[in-house]
C-alpha cells in the first residue's frame, strides 16, 4: 500500500516562500498522478497542482500561477511544491494525493481519481 508524507510546512510572513515536499513509500508509483491539495479555513478542499509521473506534465491553477511551482524530484523520490509570495488567504493544510496508474487526466480529473492522501502539512501566512 502506497503511503504519503508530507513536510515543510511553518509560519512565515506575508511575501515568504515555502517549500513543501511529498514522499512516497511502498510500491513504486509510476505512469500516475499526483498532485497538491489544500483546505483553507471556511473553504472546501481545492486542489493547487498536479504533475503526471508519466511524462512530467503538470499543471497549476490559475489563480496560483506565478506563485507556485509543482516538480517532482525524481532523486529523492518526492513531489514538490514551491510557494512564493505567499499571502495570508494561502494559509491552510496542504495535502499530497495520488490516483492510480493509467490515469493521465490529472487536473480535469482532480475531483474524482485521487484516493490516497498524506496527513497534511500546515501552512500559516501572518499579515
Known amino acids: 500500500q502506497v503511503q504519503l508524507a508530507e513536510s515543510g510546512g511553518g509560519s512565515v510572513q506575508a511575501g515568504g516562500s515555502l517549500r513543501l515536499s511529498c514522499a512516497s513509500s511502498?510500491?513504486?508509483?509510476?505512469?500516475?498522478?499526483m498532485g497538491w491539495f489544500r483546505q483553507t479555513p471556511g473553504k472546501v478542499r481545492e486542489a493547487v497542482a498536479t504533475?503526471?509521473?508519466?511524462?512530467?506534465?503538470?499543471y497549476v491553477a490559475n489563480s496560483l500561477k506565478g506563485r507556485f511551482t509543482i516538480s517532482r524530484d525524481t532523486l529523492r523520490n518526492t513531489l514538490n511544491l514551491q510557494m512564493d509570495s505567499l499571502k495570508p488567504e494561502d494559509s491552510g493544510v496542504y495535502y499530497c494525493?495520488?490516483?492510480?496508474?493509467?490515469?493521465?487526466?490529472?487536473?480535469?480529473?482532480?475531483?474524482?481519481?485521487?484516493?490516497?492522501w498524506g496527513q497534511g502539512t500546515q501552512v500559516s501566512v501572518s499579515s
Open positions: 504533475f503526471y509521473l508519466g511524462n512530467g506534465y503538470s
Open positions: 494525493a495520488t490516483g492510480p496508474s493509467g490515469q493521465r487526466d490529472c487536473w480535469r480529473d482532480r475531483d474524482t481519481i485521487y484516493h490516497i
Open positions: 511502498g510500491p513504486t508509483i509510476r505512469n500516475a498522478c
